[in-house]
Structures are given as C-alpha cells and as structure tokens.
C-alpha cells in the first residue's frame, strides 16, 4: 500500500470503522467485548495484508494480564489470549488463503509469545552480527519455557474453549542485511554466519527437540532457508510505492533483478518444507 493509505488507515484505526489490527483487538484491550471483524486489503498477485498498527502496543500490555489469568484458568485470559489467533483465521477463511504469515518484531514480548504459539512453523531471520547470536539463546530457552506452559494451560481447560495450538515447529534460519561488494560479502559475514549455524542448531533446535522432538526435527544443521542480502535504496523505494522492492520505482535494475531471485529461492525452500501440511501458518 502507498504511503498515503498506510496513513489514513493509522489515523482512522481507533475510530469505530477503524481498519488495523489493533482496530480489530480494541475492544479486547479496552475490556469491552471481543475482537471486532476487519477486512483484508489486496496488495499484488493475490497477496493479502492486515495493517499492523504501532497501537498494538496497548494490545500488548493487556496480553501480560489475559497470560496470568490463562495460567489461573480464567476465560477471559483465555478467550483473549487467542483473539488475535481467532481473527486471523477468520480472515484466511474468507479469502480461502494458502499460507499466512506473520511479520513479527525481534523481541520475546507477550505479543510474540500468542503469535508464536498460533504458527505452525516459525522462521529466524538473523542479521550477522554478535547480538543475533546471543539474542539465539535467549529464543530457544523463552519458546520451550512458553510451549510447556501453553501445555499445561491447555491440559486444564474447559471443553469448547478455542485455543492457541501452541506447537510451533522450526523451519529455517535466513542471514540478512550483510553488504556485498563486487561478488564478496564484506565485513564478518562468514564469521558470523558460521556462529549462526552452529547456534541455531545447539541453542534453538536442540532446545526445542528436548520439549518435544517433532517441533525441530532437523538432523544435523541450522536449515537455511536462503541469505537476503542488504538491498540499500531498494528497500524506502519499494515501501514509497507499496510493491515488492524488485518491483521498486527507483534503484539498479540488475539489484532487482537479485531480489526478486532470492526471495523467489526462500519461497520455494518454504514451500517444499511445508508440502506435507496444507497451507500454514508462519513468523
């Protein structure tokens, strides 16, 4: 969406026909009722999006609460906690979807910790620097400690309650924003990439195959999906105009040419890793 429509929708979302996401869970923060139907808008060759909306962060702070009532079996915490969850599934529904994603913050915050528990699979973006790698340890740890909560909570629930699935399974990992100078990728990128391979197998894949092996069942290495290099004037571009950023109205036609690869590459590592299930649901 262009520049404009993204701003009307966000000035408008917290009237009553407001648009967003955080138009649609409102009325879940506020205390006043459930989460409100919202349309998807129809960007390109079939893609849909719900708007995400920087005033989820109310949404967010109200998901700490709804959490420590699911754990003291309380239904509002319950039907609250999975009203996000509720809504994008109606909305995949109604547009008879393939595959929902969710583009999601690098944070272990309340509001990752729903999205997480409603995928069926997940994916690691990872910049190559020192933080990615530390930030991997921290992840693994935090997605086991929240599946085997999720367990219990839903161990104990009444019957006919809707609830999160609560078993995501890792699909891959994906290097980004390493630059490239000629046909070498500059700085420590293959120092980095190295420490992120081997991280995401003993601090995430490990870790989660200890909760339950089905969640991570890679043998031996990290599974990357593929590497999204940094696409510099691309990227502001691509957003200005609302289009895939190979599909940007300024920048190097050869660069386009590269992104519009490589993400054509990640889709289909996605797509043949997920062929068993039908459509998904991804971070």
């Given at each position: ?119 069926d699979h997940f994916i690691i973006p990872a910049a190559c620097d020192l933080f990615s790698v530390r930030a991997l340890i921290t992840l693994g740890q935090t997605l086991a400690t929240w599946v085997n909560d999720w367990t219990s909570i839903r ?129």
């Amino acid at each position: 969406m262009e520049d404009s429509v993204v701003n009307d929708l966000l000035d408008s979302s917290d009237a009553p026909n407001g648009k967003t996401l955080w138009s649609a869970l409102k009325p879940i923060e506020e205390g006043s009722g459930s989460y409100r139907e919202i349309k998807t808008f129809e960007t390109n060759n079939g893609l849909r999006l719900l708007p995400g909306d920087i005033k989820l962060s109310k949404f967010e702070g109200c998901l700490y609460d709804l959490w420590t009532e699911s754990l003291n079996r309380k239904i509002r915490g319950l039907k609250g906690s999975n009203a996000l969850s509720e809504l994008v599934n109606s909305c995949a529904s109604s547009c008879k979807a393939d595959y929902v994603f969710y583009d999601t913050g690098p944070n272990i915050g309340p509001l990752n910790r729903v999205i997480l528990l409603d995928c069926d699979h997940f994916i690691i973006p990872a910049a190559c620097d020192l933080f990615s790698v530390r930030a991997l340890i921290t992840l693994g740890q935090t997605l086991a400690t929240w599946v085997n909560d999720w367990t219990s909570i839903r161990s104990f629930s009444p019957d006919g309650i809707s609830m999160l699935p609560g078993r995501p399974h890792y699909l891959g990992y994906i290097p980004q924003k390493f630059r490239v100078y000629g046909d070498l990728k500059v700085g420590t990128f293959d120092e980095y990439a190295r420490d992120i391979d081997k991280h995401v197998f003993s601090d995430v894949i490990s870790i989660l195959r200890a909760v339950d092996p089905l969640l991570a069942d890679q043998k031996s290495t990290g599974t990357k999906l593929g590497e999204v290099r940094d696409f510099s004037q691309l990227v502001p571009s691509a957003q200005r105009s609302g289009t895939p950023i190979w599909l940007a109205k300024d920048g190097n036609p050869d660069l386009k040419n590269e992104a519009k690869s490589t993400f054509a590459g990640i889709a289909t590592n996605i797509v043949r890793m997920t062929k068993s299930r039908k459509g998904g649901t991804l971070t």
